[in-house]
């Protein structure tokens, strides 16, 4: 069984900058595609990033230049850099590894989930 475990949320002003963590235990995920997903109150999971294990990445369009995943397979961890954090960029954030159906845009693509961490930018 995976587990998955984010860290690093908090409050931010706009123009500011977070890093999120997110650390695997069970096994190890180096095989994987990990993605990141927000969710905000009243509407559904919505794509963030995804990173293959050899390196490629997806972003949103909506994140694209001002976030920046990356993962260390060694330490089983994947991360996600925000930076010029606007207020709309507040969500829980969640991280998630992939079943490798091929698609990875979209929430029932991903198999395990961590809890979630807040991410609040006041403007």
């Known amino acids: 069984q995976v587990q998955l475990a984010e860290s690093g949320g908090g409050l931010v002003q706009a123009g500011g900058s977070l890093r999120l963590s997110c650390a695997a235990s069970?096994?190890?995920?180096?095989?994987?595609?990990m993605g990141w997903f927000r969710q905000v109150p009243g509407k559904e999971r919505e794509f963030v990033a995804a990173?293959?294990?050899?390196?490629?990445?997806i972003y949103a369009d909506s994140v694209k230049g001002r976030f920046t995943i990356s993962r260390d397979n060694a330490k089983n961890a994947v991360y996600l850099q925000m930076s010029n954090l606007k207020p709309e960029d507040t969500a829980v954030y969640y991280c998630?590894?992939?079943?490798?159906?091929?698609?990875?845009?979209?929430?029932?693509?991903?198999?395990?989930w961590g809890q979630g961490t807040q991410v609040t930018v006041s403007s």
């Open positions: 998630a590894e992939s079943l490798g159906s091929g698609n990875y845009f979209r929430d029932r693509d991903y198999k395990y």
């Open positions: 069970g096994r190890n995920f180096s095989n994987h595609v």
């Open positions: 990173m293959w294990s050899a390196g490629s990445t």
